[in-house]
């Protein structure tokens, strides 16, 4: 569960990034 929070964490901060 907290892992899987994590990840999304990290995959909406690589998106903000690209953005």
Known sequence: M???MI???V???K???NC
Do not use: A, D, Q, T
Request: charged share 10%; net charge positive.
């Open 2 to 4: 907290i892992s899987y």
């Open 7 to 9: 990840n999304v964490s």
């Open 11 to 13: 995959i909406s901060k």
């Open 15 to 17: 998106l903000l990034m």
